[in-house]
């Protein structure tokens, strides 16, 4: 079983700058595909970002240029660069961990971007 521990969320002002953490433990992290998914109220989850066990990354069209996800397999830790932060990536954002039929979650951090 794998276990998430997303951090870094925050208030942050437009223009500015995230990084998100993603700590796992149990599974063997190198064979993961990694995801970063967010939440907004009253919106669907969405994926963000994504990054195989092999470094292919994947984004959504909203983040291309903004966002960049990485993966540290010694740390066991994914992360979600987030620069030109706007008002509309206020959101939940989840940690998403994924192999045959594994699909663990971690519990959210908030990060909201006032204008």
């Known amino acids: 079983q794998v276990q998430l521990v997303e951090s870094g969320g925050g208030l942050v002002q437009a223009g500015g700058s995230l990084r998100l953490s993603c700590a796992a433990s149990g599974g063997v992290f190198s064979i993961l595909t990694m995801g970063w998914y967010r939440q907004a109220p009253g919106k669907q989850r969405e994926l963000v970002a994504g990054i195989t066990g092999g470094g292919s990354t994947d984004y959504a069209d909203s983040v291309k240029g903004r966002f960049t996800i990485s993966r540290d397999n010694a740390k066991r830790t994914t992360y979600l660069q987030m620069n030109s932060l706007k008002p509309e990536d206020t959101a939940v954002y989840y940690c998403?961990?994924?192999?045959?039929?594994?699909?663990?979650w971690g519990q959210g951090t908030q990060v909201t971007v006032s204008s």
């Open positions: 998403n961990a994924k192999v045959a039929r594994l699909d663990a």
